[in-house]
């Protein structure tokens, strides 16, 4: 309905930002961090669920795991749902030509990068969360454990952090540099179609294939 999200883009990178407060070593006033725990729930925040209440064995690195594969779970049933209207176009409506064919491609494009964009705060904590040591107080030791409270120690071989530490750095280096690296390197190659694009929608034009070439 040529809605303009932008306001909308600008309230959630605020509520994203503002929620990450809640892991700062800061006393907050019960009432400030319950504001902060619900502006994480615009960074889809699943610890706000609790999920372990629902299933009490469920370990930190399954929650890990399950974090980062939701973009890419996001993406394979966005691609099942291409496929599957795809056919339907094809051999129910009868439908033929490229064009027609991938007409619903664009919405689908634009619904994973709204979904990228909701993912990718969620995505970075955790990713982080393993290259995050402390010391524990009254430990007895001088060894760093990880920060996410799973009293795991850092650098013990076997243990949580030496499992998750390779895929720590890959989706660091895949997901939470990659994405703004590729959408600079896309918004930079198609600057002027960009620009014209601003034109066209402050002429009230652009929304339809006629007025969009």
Known sequence: RNINVALINTGVDTFQVLSLFTTARISW????????????????????TAPECLIPSLSY???????????????????????????????????????????????LVSAFMVALYFYYVLVSRKVMDVFDCEPVPNAGD??????????????????????????????????????????????????????TDQLLRAKGMGFKRATNS
């Not at 400030?32 to 699943?46: A, P, Q």
């Open 29 to 48: 006033p019960d009432e400030v961090r319950t504001i902060f725990e619900f502006m994480s729930t615009f960074s889809l925040n699943i610890e706000i």
């Open 142 to 195: 001088d060894a760093l454990y990880m920060a996410a409270g799973t009293l795991d120690k850092c650098g013990e071989p076997g243990g949580l952090q030496a499992r998750l530490q390779p895929f720590a750095v890959f989706f660091l280096l895949f997901y939470t540099l990659g994405l703004p690296l590729v959408l600079l390197v896309i918004m930079y190659r198609k600057r002027f179609v960009i620009m």
């Open 61 to 107: 690195e399954a929650k890990w795991w399950m974090v980062m594969l939701v973009p890419i779970l996001t993406q394979a049933g966005l691609l099942l749902v291409f496929l599957c209207y795809a056919l339907f176009k094809r051999f129910v409506k009868g439908q033929r030509g490229r064009r027609k064919f991938c007409s619903h491609a664009p919405k």
